[in-house]
């Protein structure tokens, strides 16, 4: 299985750590809401097809990356920053350049 | 030259001479022979013994696919067993030993297997030693008895105990398109893609290009097939976009088009060259792959069709054709289907008579009875071989009218001389990579064949792979498949003209002959079709339930000749269609591979040592080592004569009196700056970090999401926005990527960074009375004070000319300072602290003081943080904000987390004067005989020489309210049991006097 970072471009998985469901929703920090914070921590989603998923590129830029992929197949259809902007990355390639 | 060699033909050297044994006698064969060539042509009928009966056997192919003829390939020391002696070249001293016989080839006391008949049969094991004892003969006792002379009775070839000293070798590809096989389908594919600019891989199982081309003895372009091979592999050879691997099995089609395969290095080698491997394991990733992988000739099931000297058509036509070898005399064809006439032709043009060709179908073809007479073979049209006749070697065969439609025999068997039989039922694609990669094969009923399954990965089939039998088939789908595996359309050109025998591609379905005897399916695990047939008496629907109890197709050769005849056997069993009984799904690997390459450079201890920056000198000074996860770290500084107990015991006392060092470079050191550090912190401990002052450290608590404890350290602001966290040594790296994980994923908005620099900092722990006396001696450019330097303070200073940063914080208890230096000086600075605390008495202590010390002020560390203790157990409360939440506030306070009889950290003291053990359980009452009821478990334990006592910290259910009482250790695996009292776990010093100073 490979991992296209975008970072570091394609890399095999054994450079990633899991790192969890994807479709979590840490509830707000000082939420009292027992039942949202068990889901949190405590429920999964388990789908038989594409799902979404937490990676880290541990073995390479560390970067967190949200990835869809299938459980049947492997089959990878999308790879993002998790943190949700590019900025990081235009950031990181200038600062390479400079 | 030997008997059965022809005096021309073939791709074999006869100008080279090649020595090898066999069952240590000497033998020759030329530069070109596989093992099985060789020994054919000197007449060598019998290869190896059955796996059950021991019967005489044969070999029966030419290819990999060989299910009899395995031997054990000698090399030194090291024996390689099972191996097919089609797939072995040979060279000078080859050394090869038969299987499975004893004490000889060809006089097997175990033969007398083969009259036992139902002995046995399928399920013997199951029925003869399963389940309870009734009568002396059943039960898994009685297994237990026979296990051993069974074993040795049926099997394959043995292992070997000696070392294996060849090296291995691990390689990743990378390609646009991968060919599998290089046949005329796999050569023009090939071709067609390198044209296209594509980078192309290009594997062979066998150790020359050309596939059916160099046997066949068909026409391409004008010339013979072998050149026209040996032609287009050359001028693959001059591509710088094109790489060949011959001696290549491609074994695994997985996830994502990634491919492994075995190249075979140096096995056909007398000795490796200079850096070879032997085996080299290939992981390749292509874009796309051309499946180019042929078929398989299928045996016919009838009496006595494991006999030497029965063998497939094909096999024979290559051995004449390939090696210039008669695999007999006279020879008599027994067919289903077309092919098998061609193959007479190539053994009549070779040089042998042709007895009879019999066929089960009724009428031929014009063309296949114009073959039969070139080939001077008379046809026997609706007839079929129901009987083979010799011992070691064949001597003839009964054949008898036969009606295909039902399957009757009629008339009286009538016997045909002939030292060889060629069988050929059919032809089965070798979908293997195919069915790996993810779908199921489809029936085909005019091919009797299973064709390969709709792609659900990028690969392109072609040639006899999809079921198209002919070459002429083979070139254009070959090229086909190239241009379009490499993307490309490219303009048609003319594709090389083939010359080739006529023949319908579609056999008669016709498996099995039944009539008296045994008649093999599978002839590695000597599996007949009555044992299939017994299978459905007894129940058995479901072919994965076939397999498991007849075990067909279940030996090294995974069913390559079996699958399909047991197959249709159990539809007719049945009295279903072969697609509605299924097909097994084949798995990994198509073919065997050497364990030697799986591990290649992957063996051993492969993680990495961590040494701190004064490693060497410890180990200088006396130090016994000890590993702590990765780390190396001094365990005790012994003197001569020393046991571990007096060693740790002085060090602990002297440092307590006077002073004691020790190296803390390894706890986790995580640089977190940024505008936001600070909140970031807060976040991260159960405590406040936004109102520590620069030049500060704190201790600080984390849970996990769940409320639990995770890890604890200090951290110290260096500045505004610049904060140096410590962690545990063991959970360095997993504080690390936990803080990643909230900067990153749940916390993307705080302007954080988080720098490991652990390997950074070099780290000394200094304490005890005089450790400040020590500092001041050696410092410079700031005082020690407690002015300067109070408790938990940070100052910056040199010490022998080299910067350093010292922070006043103890976890011995004594007034302690940690002195961090830039990891290159560490041993500078050691070196320098030792030599400034000479005159005070200053001592080096290890990992099992500090563990003293620290359990006799009762700290915790991941023995007591151990993943099911909250902050509250641990009495860590007093550390849980309340102003502000962080991670696991929300749920620490969950009903669980706070009902009464959690465990919860205590203190023990031995009361019988003897050592107490780690995980030794605690109870109320002692009950040596029947022990029971724990109440808790010990963690750490320890001579403590401040105490004088043997004392211990557990976790004991509502530890605290059982301060005062007393309970019992009860260790039954160590036979220690005794009286212990339950105290606090602050042994020493509780109010921290000395540390405060
Ligand atoms: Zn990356």
Not at chain 2, 20 to 29: H, I, K, L, Q, S
């Amino acid at each position: 299985m490979l991992i296209t970072c975008p970072y570091c471009g394609p890399r095999d998985v054994i450079e990633f750590t899991y790192q969890g469901d994807g479709n979590r929703e840490r509830p707000q920090p000082a939420s009292q809401n027992l039942d949202a914070w068990n889901a949190y921590v405590y429920d999964r989603l388990n789908p038989a097809g594409d799902h979404n998923e937490i990676w880290q590129h541990s073995g390479g830029c560390r970067a967190h990356l949200k990835v869809v992929r299938n459980t049947l197949t492997h089959d990878i259809s999308s790879v993002a920053f998790a943190r949700g902007d590019h900025k990081a990355a235009a950031r990181h390639k200038a600062e390479g350049k400079a | 030259m030997s008997p059965r060699r022809t005096d021309a033909g073939g791709r074999i050297d006869r100008l080279r001479t090649i020595r090898f044994t066999f069952d240590g006698a000497p033998y020759t064969g030329h530069a070109g022979d596989t093992l099985a060539s060789a020994l054919l042509a000197n007449g060598v009928t019998l290869f190896g013994r059955s796996f059950k009966y021991h019967r005489p056997r044969g070999v029966l192919t030419s290819g990999v696919e060989e299910p009899n003829a395995l031997v054990t390939v000698l090399r030194g020391e090291v024996r390689e067993p099972n191996i097919a002696a089609t797939m072995v070249e040979i060279y000078d001293g080859l050394t090869v030993v038969s299987q499975n016989r004893f004490p000889s080839l060809s006089w097997d006391v175990s033969a007398v297997n083969q009259l036992g008949g139902k002995l046995l049969s399928a399920g013997f094991y199951y029925k003869t030693f399963m389940g309870p004892a009734i009568g002396p003969l059943k039960s898994t006792r009685f297994w237990m008895f026979c296990e051993h002379f069974i074993r040795r009775a049926a099997g394959l070839g043995r292992a070997g105990t000696a070392p294996d000293t060849a090296r291995y070798e691990r390689m990743n590809a990378f390609c646009d398109v991968l060919v599998v096989g290089s046949g005329p389908a796999g050569l023009m594919a090939a071709r067609a893609a390198a044209d296209q600019g594509a980078r192309v891989i290009l594997s062979e199982l066998e150790p020359h290009f050309g596939g059916s081309a160099n046997w066949s003895g068909e026409t391409i372009d004008g010339m013979p097939g072998a050149d026209w091979a040996a032609r287009a592999a050359g001028q693959l050879e001059g591509y710088d976009n094109v790489r060949l691997l011959p001696r290549t099995t491609v074994w695994g089609y997985y996830d994502g088009n990634t491919l492994a395969a075995l190249e075979r290095v140096t096995d056909h080698k007398e000795r490796p060259g200079k850096g070879e491997p032997r085996h080299r394991y290939w992981t390749i990733r292509a874009k796309s792959v051309v499946l180019a992988t042929g078929s398989f000739e299928r045996p016919l099931v009838f009496p006595g069709n494991d006999r030497p000297g029965v063998m497939l058509a094909h096999a024979a036509e290559r051995y004449a054709n390939e090696y210039g070898v008669l695999p007999g005399n006279r020879i008599a064809i027994f067919t289903n289907n077309d092919s098998a006439y061609r193959s007479a032709l190539a053994l009549k043009n070779a040089g042998a008579a042709i007895v009879a060709i019999v066929d089960v179908r009724p009428e031929l073809s014009s063309e296949m009875r114009e073959l039969a007479d070139e080939a001077e073979a008379k046809i026997l049209a609706g007839h079929a071989v129901v009987a083979t006749e010799g011992g070691k070697a064949l001597s003839g065969i009964k054949v008898q009218r036969f009606d295909m439609v039902n399957g009757a025999l009629a008339g009286d068997p009538r016997s045909i001389q002939a030292d060889c039989l060629l069988m050929s039922g059919g032809w089965s694609p070798t979908i293997h990579l195919a069915s790996q990669a993810g779908a199921k094969a489809e029936w085909n009923a005019a091919r009797q064949a299973f064709l390969p399954p709709k792609p659900t990965q990028q690969w392109i089939g072609a040639g006899a792979f999809t079921g198209s039998f002919s070459t002429a088939e083979a070139i254009a789908e070959g090229r086909a498949a190239g241009l379009s595996a490499a993307g490309g359309t490219g303009a048609p050109t003319a594709l090389p003209v083939v010359e080739a025998a006529p023949g319908d591609p579609d056999p008669a379905p016709v498996f099995e002959i039944k009539a008296d005897g045994k008649s093999f399916v599978d002839f590695q695990h000597d599996v007949t079709a009555e044992d299939v047939r017994l299978a459905h008496r007894e129940g058995f629907v479901s072919v994965e339930h076939l397999k498991r109890y007849t075990t067909l197709g279940m030996a090294t050769d995974q069913g390559k000749n079996s699958n399909i005849p047991g197959l249709a056997i159990m539809a007719e069993a049945l009295g279903k269609p072969i697609p509605e009984v299924g097909t097994t799904r084949f798995r990994p690997p198509f073919s065997a591979v050497s364990i030697g390459s799986l591990a290649a450079e992957r063996f051993g201890d492969l993680r990495p040592e961590r040494l701190t920056p004064m490693h060497d000198w410890h180990v200088a000074n006396g130090a016994t080592m000890y590993s702590a996860g990765l780390w190396y770290r001094p365990m005790i500084y012994g003197h001569p004569g020393e046991t571990i107990e007096q060693a740790y015991v002085r060090e602990a006392r002297a440092t307590r009196e006077s002073a004691g060092i020790v190296d803390v470079s390894t706890l986790g050191k995580i640089a977190v700056q940024g505008p936001d550090a600070a909140e970031f912190l807060d976040r991260v401990y159960t405590n406040m970090f936004s109102t520590l002052a620069v030049g500060k450290a704190r201790y600080g608590l984390m849970l996990r999401e769940d409320g639990l404890a995770f890890d604890d350290g200090t951290t110290w602001r260096l500045g505004d926005q610049d904060f140096l966290m410590t962690t545990t040594t063991a959970n360095a790296g997993k504080v690390m990527q936990h803080l990643e994980y909230f900067l990153d994923v749940i916390w993307p908005e705080l302007k954080v960074h988080v720098t490991s620099v652990t390997d950074e900092w070099a780290g000394a722990a200094i304490g005890g009375p005089k450790a400040r006396a020590i500092l001041a001696a050696c410092i410079t450019g700031t005082a020690v004070d407690n002015a300067t330097l109070p408790f938990m303070g940070i100052v910056h200073g040199k010490i022998s000319g080299v910067p350093v940063m010292i922070c006043r914080l103890s976890f011995s208890g004594e007034m302690a300072f940690e002195v961090y230096s830039g990891a290159g000086y560490g041993t500078h600075v050691w070196e320098a602290l030792i030599e400034a605390g000479k005159p005070f008495g200053l001592v080096t202590y290890g990992l099992e003081a500090l563990g003293t010390m620290r359990i006799e002020k009762g700290h915790v560390t991941g023995a007591e943080i151990d993943g099911r203790t909250t902050a509250r157990d641990l009495h860590l409360d007093w550390m849980l904000s309340k102003k502000k939440p962080f991670i696991g506030s929300a749920m620490m306070d969950r009903e669980g987390l706070i009902a009464p009889g959690r465990l919860e950290l205590v203190g023990l003291i031995s009361l019988d004067n003897q050592p107490l053990n780690g995980g030794a359980h605690i109870v109320e009452a002692l009950d040596e005989a029947n022990p029971h009821d724990s109440i808790g478990h010990i963690t750490a334990c320890c001579y403590s020489p401040a105490l004088g006592k043997y004392i211990a910290l557990a976790l004991v259910k509502d530890g605290k309210a059982r301060r005062g009482t007393r309970a019992h250790i009860s260790d039954p695996l160590r036979n220690r049991f005794g009286p212990v009292e339950i105290v606090s776990n602050h042994f020493f010093d509780p109010d921290g006097s000395r540390m405060h100073g």
